[in-house]
């Protein structure tokens, strides 16, 4: 089955450099790949997603590159800021009847003021 | 914006016992999930729901576990004799189409006891 592997599982950044979170995954068939961030105690929220058919997406500050050929896509988060603090985690799906999402395990961002 | 809402909050049980965790789906979705979080760790994948049947379940999702839709709005897990590892944060999810955005409630918190 797909597995989802996410780095750093912990990163510290001065507020307003850049952060950048990979991950990889093992099953090409996997062709849609959201990331959520969840905040201490609350539920995952979505915050930008991409498909397989796109390099790259950008919201604003936040961006996700997409390697179809390498399997792996990143966040980017530019000009940090404290309230980006949060747990961050990238999933896969392949967008099959009844497919799971698949997760990594995390990247856990602290924003420095 | 709509949203899925999980009862209760909280469950302390005691071992053995059995524990139904309910959900209501934003209106128009089609696609019902279960995760679990256990405190710290990644989100895992246990069992999808769709058409009023199981369309997918992980390895986690064994004999003691079952999913049910009542209604057309509740959506409920059912653990049949709960475990200490059964410990953790249950979130409902639904999406309204088979490759779209989760969107998470904000969880039970599962404490066996």
């Known amino acids: 089955g797909e597995n989802v592997e996410q780095h750093p599982s912990t990163l510290s950044v001065q507020e307003g450099d850049s952060a950048v979170i990979k991950c990889t995954y093992s099953?090409?068939?996997?062709?849609?790949f959201p990331w959520y961030k969840q905040e201490l105690g609350k539920r995952p929220q979505l915050i930008i997603d991409i498909r397989s058919n796109v390099g790259e997406k950008k919201d604003q500050r936040i961006a996700v590159t997409l390697n179809k050929t390498a399997k792996h896509f990143s966040l980017h988060i530019t000009e940090t800021q404290p309230e980006d603090s949060a747990v961050y985690f990238c999933a896969a799906s392949k967008g099959n009847y009844g497919q799971n999402f698949v997760f990594g395990p995390g990247t856990r961002l602290s924003v420095l003021p | 914006e709509p949203e899925v809402t999980q009862t209760p909050s909280h469950q302390v049980t005691q071992m053995g016992q059995e524990v139904i965790l309910r959900c209501v789906p934003i209106s128009n979705h089609l696609y019902f999930y279960w995760y679990r979080q256990i405190l710290g760790q990644k989100v895992e994948f246990l069992v999808s729901f769709y058409n009023n049947e199981i369309s997918e379940k992980s390895e986690i999702f064994d004999d003691q576990f079952s999913v049910e839709r009542p209604d057309g709005s509740n959506f409920t897990l059912k653990i049949r004799s709960t475990k200490l590892e059964d410990s953790a944060m249950y979130f409902c999810?639904?999406?309204?189409?088979?490759?779209?955005?989760?969107?998470f409630g904000n969880g039970t918190r599962l404490t066996v006891t």
């Open positions: 099953d090409s068939a996997s062709n849609y």
């Open positions: 999810a639904s999406s309204d189409t088979y490759n779209s955005p989760l969107h």
